[in-house]
């Protein structure tokens, strides 16, 4: 399968736990982007990669959210100490360049309870 | 004032409908412009890209006009697998990022 792939499918986590989310891009694809959605919204921008630079972070992005892309390839997204508001699907994204859509992964719903 | 507004619907139509959606943008910079479908608790998808001098796929027609910042897409002969949101997007002019700007979505419901 050469999609983007997003690891775990699924994760419920209590309040206060740290989460750790994967996504695998198109291997072509130097530009790299997480989304975050909620019920009834569209996505709504975190933060962009290109190549192993982090290069634009969301003023969503709060300082309990990291995310790395160590290699230029995966890149991971964590969540610490988790909040009943970050549950959200989390969507991660490729594109081989500006100006090209995107094709994205299946996401990873995160429940917090 | 969001960056992209779009009319979340739903609209309920009858099978062989034409439905029209619409949407703005509130960055005149903006230079790339798509529609996406998103089926429920899915991805989004890439349906077309939206050009300049209109652009058509099959029953779908996209359109754009700078001077009004407004994009909208035409089904035709709506199907019941065109039942979906239809997520309208725009680029962040700013930097080179290739950041996109998605709208709330617009649900279309299509009925027997």
């Known amino acids: 399968d050469t999609g983007v792939s997003q690891n775990p499918r699924h994760k419920i986590t209590k309040r206060g736990q740290n989460v750790t989310f994967r996504c695998d891009p198109i291997?072509?694809?130097?530009?790299l982007y997480w989304y975050r959605q909620t019920l009834g919204q569209g996505p709504e921008f975190l933060t962009y990669?290109?190549?192993?630079?982090?290069?634009?972070k969301s003023r969503l992005l709060s300082d309990r959210f990291s995310a790395e892309r160590p290699k230029g390839s995966f890149s991971t997204l964590e969540i610490q100490r988790t909040e009943q508001g970050d549950s959200a699907m989390y969507l991660c994204?490729?594109?081989?360049?500006?100006?090209?859509?995107?094709?994205f992964g299946s996401g990873t719903r995160l429940t917090v309870v | 004032r969001k960056e992209v507004e779009q009319d979340p619907g739903p609209f309920n139509v009858p099978e062989g409908a034409t439905v029209a959606f619409n949407c703005t943008y509130s960055?005149?910079?903006?230079?790339?412009f798509f529609w996406y479908r998103q089926d429920c608790r899915k991805e989004p998808k890439l349906l077309m890209s939206?050009?300049?001098s209109g652009n058509e796929d099959g029953r779908f027609t996209a359109q754009l006009n700078r001077a009004s910042q407004y994009i909208s897409l035409l089904i035709r002969d709506s199907k019941l697998s065109d039942s979906a949101t239809y997520l309208c997007?725009?680029?962040?002019?700013?930097?080179?990022?290739?950041?996109?700007?998605f709208g709330q979505g617009t649900t279309l419901q299509v009925k027997p």
């Open positions: 994204a490729s594109s081989p360049a500006s100006n090209y859509g995107y094709t």
């Open positions: 291997s072509e694809h130097n530009r």
């Open positions: 990669f290109q190549n192993e630079a982090q290069l634009e």
């Open positions: 960055n005149s910079a903006s230079q790339s």
């Open positions: 939206v050009y300049s």
């Open positions: 997007v725009v680029n962040s002019p700013s930097g080179n990022t290739g950041k996109l700007i």
